[in-house]
């Protein structure tokens, strides 16, 4: 027998979401994102400035003192008669005084006739200095360089040759300051100056998303506001805005009101049509009958058609005009109740069993559209049904229909089945069309599953016609609902 029909994805017209979406698309996240890369650059910047700034004033500072201890150094050191030198140097820094400190000074005869070294209690050993050649003196007869000290570390020197009396007897001074020290100071600076620049770019990267959150949260406002009149529970954007987002506010709202006037007018001219046709075909129709025979019947049958299909184009007119408007509001269950009770009580032979939800479902349309899917559904499987007929309302979950977290959607689900013989599975198909009737002993026009098809696609739902477990027809409707 008959097989579930496939059905056709569920077009998903879901509202806006609740919850900020944050990522590429989302401007807070463009604005932080934005923001955020400009501070760590200006951090940078800064930092390489100010570590710059400190560097060169570090090293000017460690260059002043050393030209300072070799001027003291030679206002010190004198040679004597006999041509030795002499003197006993105060620099006053203890660091020329700790062994291997990394801190020296020395004295050697630059000329003929001076003899003897003088150096400082810190430089146990020689330390080697560049040739004249490699690293020449300058006008004023002093030149500097760096060398490698007793550790290995790194030394700044400063050497000068003066001319110690009057019979041009001349000695080579030299001040030696670590350099390796120098650069540890800086490095550690360094680090410090990140550590600080690091914990005031992260607040002020927080306090800069906050404050762009906070600026940006009338939007939300916005958002929530539509979504509300979206469902259905406002009419128009309600609150105040600031003076950037009110125009836009205003601007909504005109375009909802204008929206409910085009519908509104759409409806008086469906209604008007209507009414303007029904005389017509009525008089025809009482022609048809009144003309009597094989010719009467005829006008008397095509025009009551013409009533039907009028009838059923309109309807979808009106729901058309109507469909992504501000959304209607219609709780399911005491619609599906009354619409059973009245049923039941017309048709007391067949057994009608209900099962609704604990959950209330609102369906997201009106109430004549879902009086007129449901009224067929029941109608048909009445008419067809043995003995038994079964309705159900269900919810159906996001993760059921397959779609995404984003594009979740709120649906539910109506199933009416029956007992009759149900329709074959290369029928289904045919069942569906306008004016198809599979069994022509019964009494109808074919419109029922058609207006039943036509009306869940114009709501961008999905109709499947499945096998019964109870042995008939199994007609499946699923929906959007706004709850």
Do not use: C
């Not at 003197?87 to 630059?110: C, H, I, K, Q, T």
């Not at 709780?331 to 959950?359: C, E, F, I």
């Amino acid at each position: 027998m008959s097989r579930r029909r496939k059905a056709e994805p569920l077009k998903q017209t879901a509202r806006t979401p609740l919850s900020l979406r944050f990522g590429p698309r989302s401007l807070a996240f463009r604005v932080i994102a934005f923001s955020t890369v400009w501070a760590i650059l200006t951090l940078i910047v800064i930092f390489t400035l100010i570590t710059t700034l400190y560097r060169q004033a570090s090293e000017r500072g460690f260059d002043s003192l050393l030209s300072a201890h070799l001027f003291n150094l030679i206002g010190s050191v004198g040679v004597s008669e006999g041509g030795s030198l002499t003197g006993a140097p105060d620099l006053g820094d203890l660091r020329f005084s700790e062994p291997n400190s990394g801190w020296y000074w020395s004295v050697e005869p630059a000329s003929e006739g001076v003899s003897g070294e003088l150096h400082s209690s810190s430089m146990t050993k020689a330390i080697l200095s560049p040739s004249v050649a490699e690293v020449p003196f300058n006008a004023s007869f002093q030149r500097s360089y760096t060398t490698e000290g007793i550790d290995g570390e790194e030394l700044e020197v400063f050497e000068s040759e003066f001319v110690l009396d009057a019979k041009n007897r001349a000695a080579r001074f030299r001040v030696m300051g670590n350099r390796t020290e120098l650069e540890q100071e800086i490095s550690a600076f360094q680090r410090r100056l990140l550590t600080y620049l690091s914990l005031f770019g992260v607040g002020m990267i927080a306090i800069n998303a906050i404050a762009i959150l906070l600026g940006l949260q009338p939007l939300r406002r916005v958002r929530d506001a539509l979504a509300m009149v979206r469902e259905g529970t406002a009419q128009k954007l309600d609150g105040r805005f600031p003076a950037e987002i009110e125009p836009l506010a205003n601007e909504t709202n005109a375009l909802i009101e204008n929206n409910k006037r085009i519908v509104e007018r759409s409806r008086t001219q469906v209604g008007n049509l209507a009414h303007s046709l029904k005389t017509p075909l009525a008089v025809l129709i009482n022609e048809g009958r009144a003309l009597g025979g094989a010719k009467g019947q005829l006008i008397a049958e095509q025009a009551a058609s013409m009533q039907k299909q009028i009838d059923h184009y309109l309807q979808r007119a009106r729901v058309a005009a109507q469909r992504d408007s501000v959304v209607y509001r219609t709780p399911v269950a005491p619609l599906v109740q009354r619409m059973v009770r009245v049923l039941q009580k017309l048709n007391p032979q067949t057994a009608l069993s209900l099962s609704l939800p604990a959950v209330d479902i609102v369906f997201a349309g009106e109430r004549e559209d879902l009086e007129e899917l449901l009224g067929n559904l029941l109608d048909n499987a009445m008419k067809w049904a043995k003995s038994a007929v079964a309705v159900s309302v269900a919810p159906i979950s996001a993760k059921k229909t397959g779609a995404g977290k984003e594009g979740a959607v709120n649906l539910f689900e109506i199933s009416i089945e029956d007992d009759g013989p149900g329709i074959p599975e290369d029928k289904a198909r045919e069942a569906l069309k306008r004016g198809r009737r599979l069994d022509e002993t019964r009494p109808g026009t074919g419109l029922g599953l058609a207006i039943v098809a036509d009306l869940v696609n114009e709501y961008g739902g999905v109709l499947a016609l499945e096998r019964s477990s109870m042995g008939g027809l199994k007609a499946v409707v699923r929906m959007r609902s706004l709850h």
